[in-house]
């Protein structure tokens, strides 16, 4: 996600957003969370890909919940991305372009640069997107983002991914708008770049009275295949809702994944089948964010506070659905004091990845002036990791 704004709105939201200290201590948690420098240092590359956000991680074997093994491959999906090349840790304008997708591989469960391959398109030989959307809303210059997904081992191992189609749009704050939520269907042993996958508009995105309605920005995969530990059956699926940034929750079974009209949308007290009767579980989450069970059974969740202030968030909850305790604020990335046009966003994490009695977390870097920093500080735009002790 690129983004473009002026400097007074910079301002604003610099002054909004940063507590007026300088931190040199990154956890708000004690010695319970670290940074994961080698997990920082899968996603440093001088040639081809050298950065995205978004990085959803989608086990292939549908084990959500299980730890990773030295067979396990971890599909990472990535939204707007740098291909190009890095010279003396530097880049012209030339040397470089942006797609709007891309997704990579990792082999086993270790953050080894030998075991992570990239993967995108080349259109006349520039690098493209893998994905572009081809559904019947979609109109000439949309492009997608993409959002969670999972395999859907259960039914028949299709691989989800949602996509949320974007288009620029002149006068608009940051320059662009969400204007739909797809799903990518991608059939069974496919292999990147995944040019046999199927596209469906969804309904799933609501724009009322200037607010807007998403799916997509988490899943969680509540079945026995996937190791949850309370299964239901159950595929629930995560939004954000307005200015507010509230989290509504849809679910359906892994069966009926595709078929739209059997969705069921959590009310507060009961599960209905009009999606207006949404209720909020949460609210200031970020557009991205993540679902996790812990060893207890009760489910935490992951995500930047307020969208995109420093603070990663964690709230800990008896089921998919809540109640969830009030927020507790995990880190502060320090990164957004080395410039005042930084910014961190979409924090996230990967229970397969993780290791035992932990969770590993990531969260995102860009700029509030992304076509000069990224010349200058060219491995800026990638996620960094950090570590939470569970036990």
């Not at 990154?26 to 010695?31: A, E, I, M, V």
């Not at 956000?53 to 707007?80: H, M, Q, W, Y």
């Not at 799903?183 to 724009?207: C, H, M, R, V």
Request: cysteine-free; charged content about 20%; aromatic content about 16%.
């Amino acid at each position: 996600m690129i983004l473009i704004m002026n400097r007074a709105a910079i301002f604003f939201l610099i002054i909004t957003l940063l507590p007026f200290k300088h931190v040199l201590s990154q956890s708000l948690f004690g010695d319970r969370v670290t940074d994961k420098p080698e997990w920082n240092a899968l996603f440093i590359h001088q040639e081809g890909w050298f950065g995205g956000d978004g990085i959803f991680a989608i086990p292939l074997d549908g084990k959500e919940f299980i730890p990773a093994t030295v067979n396990t491959r971890s599909l990472f999906v990535f939204g707007d991305t740098m291909i190009g090349t890095i010279e003396d840790g530097t880049l012209k304008p030339g040397d470089f372009s942006m797609i709007h997708n891309s997704v990579g591989i990792l082999k086993g469960k270790e953050p080894n640069l030998e075991n992570i391959e990239f993967y995108w398109t080349e259109d006349e030989d520039n690098p493209h997107a893998v994905f572009d959307p081809q559904t019947p809303l979609t109109e000439d210059g949309d492009y997608y983002w993409l959002g969670d997904g999972f395999v859907n081992i259960d039914h028949d191992g299709t691989l989800y991914i949602f996509g949320y189609r974007i288009r620029n749009v002149e006068g608009a704050i940051f320059g662009f708008k969400q204007v739909g939520v797809s799903l990518i269907a991608i059939p069974k042993g496919s292999e990147p770049p995944y040019s046999n996958n199927q596209q469906y508009d969804t309904p799933f995105f609501i724009e009322k009275g200037g607010e807007q309605t998403s799916f997509g920005s988490a899943v969680y995969v509540n079945t026995e295949s996937a190791g949850a530990p309370n299964p239901d059956g159950y595929i629930y699926v995560y939004g954000v809702r307005g200015a507010a940034k509230e989290l509504v929750v849809a679910r359906v079974l892994s069966e009926y994944f595709s078929e739209f009209e059997k969705w069921e949308f959590w009310a507060g007290f009961s599960w209905e089948k009009d999606i207006g009767s949404l209720h909020a579980i949460a609210s200031n989450v970020s557009n991205e964010m993540s679902l996790s069970p812990i060893s207890d059974g009760r489910i935490i969740m992951v995500y930047q506070h307020k969208t995109i202030s420093p603070d990663v968030a964690i709230q800990v909850g008896n089921s998919p659905v809540g109640p969830f305790f009030p927020v507790k604020k995990i880190w502060n990335t320090p990164e957004v004091y080395e410039d005042m046009d930084f910014f961190t966003y979409n924090a996230k994490a990967y229970p397969h990845l993780s290791e035992e009695g932990y969770l590993l977390i990531s969260y995102n870097i860009n700029s509030f002036d992304f076509w000069k920093d990224i010349l200058d500080k060219p491995n800026l735009y990638r996620p960094r990791f950090i570590r939470l002790k569970l036990d």
